[in-house]
C-alpha cells in the first residue's frame, strides 16, 4: 500500500479530497498541521484547521502516480505532495488493540472482540461506532466513575446528549428504575437501541427520543456530556427537569471552563464537587 501525504489549506481541501477519491484512493484522513484545536464548534458547524494534512491510501502505484499528476494540473492552490510507502499491517488488530475494558466501580465496560471481565458482576459490551462514547474519553470516563460510585437504586435519569448511550445504559445496569435517553442526532438514538439490544436489557426502562419526550419529567438525575456553550444555555431547562435537591451531572468541559459554569449555575444549583482528567472536568451539582 502507498500513502499520498499533501499539506495544503481548507479551501483547496473538498477538491483534493474529490480527486483522491476519483483516482482509486481507498481511504483520505485530515489532520491540523498547524497546531490549530478545534475544541467547541457551534452546534450543526463542521469546521476544519486553515492548514491541514490530507492522507491518501492507495492499493495501486498506478492509482498513485494519476492521483499525482491530476494534483499538481488540477488544484489551483499552494501545496506540498509526500509520497510514503506503507508497510502492510493487520488493520484491524491495531485498532482493537487501542480498545481495552475499563472499570467504574462495579461497573466493566469491554469491546465485542473481548472476553467479560466479570460474567458474574455488572458489566456492558459496547464497541466503538457512529456516535461518540466507549468510555474512553476523560470526559466519558469521569460521568461513569461518578455513575459507578452513587446510589442509583429507584432513581429516574435522564441521559442528556447520550451519544452511544454508554451513559444511559450504565445508568440502568446499576439500578436505576427508569432512563431516558435523549439526543439531537438520529444516528445516537439508533446506536444507543442497538446498544440496549446488544446488551439484552429491557427496552421497557428505557425512553429514547428528542428532548420534546422529557417534556413533562421531573428527574431524580440528569447527567450530560456535552460542552460549554449548549450546557449555558441548557442550565434552566435542567433546573425545570429536576426534582427538589436533584442531581445534575455535567461534563464536555475544560478544566479552564470550570469557573465560568460554575458561576452560570451558582444561582439555581449548589457545586458539590468538580472531578478532573486530562484537562477535561466533571461537575456534580444539587438543585436548589
Not at 465496560?109 to 464497541?127: F, H, T, V
Not at 446528549?161 to 435523549?182: D, E, F, T
Given at each position: 500500500?502507498?500513502?499520498?501525504?499533501i499539506?495544503?489549506?481548507?479551501?483547496?481541501?473538498?477538491q483534493?479530497?474529490?480527486?483522491?477519491?476519483?483516482c482509486?484512493?481507498?481511504?483520505?484522513v485530515?489532520?491540523?498541521?498547524?497546531?490549530?484545536?478545534?475544541?467547541?464548534p457551534?452546534?450543526?458547524?463542521h469546521?476544519?484547521?486553515?492548514?491541514l494534512?490530507?492522507?491518501?491510501?492507495f492499493?495501486?502505484?498506478?492509482?498513485?502516480?494519476?492521483?499525482?499528476?491530476a494534483?499538481?494540473?488540477?488544484?489551483h492552490?499552494d501545496?506540498?505532495?509526500?509520497?510514503?510507502?506503507?508497510?502492510?499491517?493487520?488493520?484491524?488488530?491495531?485498532f482493537q488493540?487501542?480498545f481495552?475494558?475499563?472499570q467504574f466501580?462495579p461497573?466493566?465496560?469491554?469491546?465485542?472482540?473481548?472476553d467479560?471481565?466479570?460474567p458474574?458482576?455488572?458489566?456492558l459490551?459496547l464497541?466503538p461506532?457512529?456516535?461518540?462514547?466507549?468510555g474512553?474519553h476523560?470526559?466519558?470516563?469521569?460521568?461513569?466513575?461518578?455513575?459507578?460510585?452513587?446510589?442509583l437504586?429507584?432513581?429516574?435519569?435522564?441521559?442528556?446528549?447520550?451519544?452511544?448511550?454508554?451513559?444511559a445504559?450504565?445508568?440502568s445496569?446499576?439500578?436505576?428504575?427508569?432512563?431516558?435517553?435523549?439526543d439531537?442526532?438520529p444516528?445516537?438514538?439508533?446506536?444507543t437501541?442497538?446498544?440496549?439490544?446488544?446488551?439484552?436489557?429491557s427496552?421497557?426502562?428505557?425512553?429514547?427520543?428528542?428532548?420534546?419526550?422529557?417534556?413533562?419529567i421531573?428527574s431524580?438525575?440528569?447527567?450530560?456530556?456535552i460542552?460549554?456553550?449548549?450546557?449555558?444555555?441548557?442550565?434552566?431547562?435542567?433546573?425545570?427537569?429536576?426534582?427538589?435537591?436533584?442531581?445534575?451531572?455535567?461534563?464536555g468541559?475544560?478544566?479552564?471552563?470550570?469557573?465560568m459554569?460554575?458561576?452560570?449555575?451558582s444561582?439555581?444549583?449548589?457545586?458539590?464537587?468538580?472531578?478532573?482528567?486530562?484537562?477535561w472536568?466533571?461537575?456534580?451539582?444539587?438543585k436548589?
Amino acid at each position: 500500500m502507498q500513502q499520498l501525504r499533501i499539506q495544503t489549506n481548507a479551501d483547496a481541501a473538498e477538491q483534493i479530497e474529490e480527486l483522491l477519491f476519483t483516482c482509486g484512493a481507498v481511504s483520505v484522513v485530515y489532520e491540523d498541521a498547524a497546531d490549530e484545536p478545534i475544541l467547541e464548534p457551534s452546534l450543526g458547524d463542521h469546521p476544519l484547521w486553515s492548514k491541514l494534512f490530507i492522507q491518501a491510501h492507495f492499493t495501486s502505484e498506478q492509482g498513485v502516480q494519476l492521483a499525482t499528476k491530476a494534483l499538481e494540473n488540477n488544484v489551483h492552490v499552494d501545496q506540498h505532495i509526500v509520497l510514503e510507502q506503507v508497510a502492510e499491517q493487520d488493520w484491524q488488530a491495531n485498532f482493537q488493540q487501542q480498545f481495552s475494558a475499563m472499570q467504574f466501580g462495579p461497573l466493566w465496560i469491554y469491546p465485542s472482540w473481548q472476553d467479560n471481565p466479570a460474567p458474574e458482576g455488572i458489566s456492558l459490551q459496547l464497541d466503538p461506532g457512529l456516535a461518540f462514547g466507549t468510555g474512553h474519553h476523560a470526559t466519558t470516563s469521569l460521568c461513569l466513575n461518578w455513575l459507578g460510585n452513587h446510589d442509583l437504586e429507584n432513581c429516574t435519569v435522564i441521559d442528556f446528549g447520550c451519544g452511544s448511550g454508554i451513559l444511559a445504559l450504565a445508568a440502568s445496569r446499576l439500578n436505576a428504575k427508569h432512563v431516558y435517553a435523549v439526543d439531537i442526532d438520529p444516528q445516537a438514538l439508533i446506536a444507543t437501541k442497538d446498544n440496549i439490544s446488544r446488551n439484552h436489557l429491557s427496552l421497557d426502562k428505557f425512553t429514547i427520543g428528542h428532548s420534546d419526550c422529557i417534556q413533562s419529567i421531573s428527574s431524580d438525575i440528569i447527567i450530560a456530556n456535552i460542552l460549554a456553550a449548549p450546557l449555558q444555555e441548557l442550565r434552566d431547562s435542567f433546573h425545570q427537569h429536576l426534582k427538589p435537591q436533584g442531581t445534575l451531572v455535567i461534563s464536555g468541559i475544560l478544566e479552564s471552563q470550570v469557573d465560568m459554569i460554575n458561576e452560570h449555575y451558582s444561582c439555581l444549583f449548589e457545586t458539590l464537587e468538580v472531578y478532573l482528567q486530562d484537562d477535561w472536568a466533571c461537575i456534580y451539582l444539587e438543585k436548589l
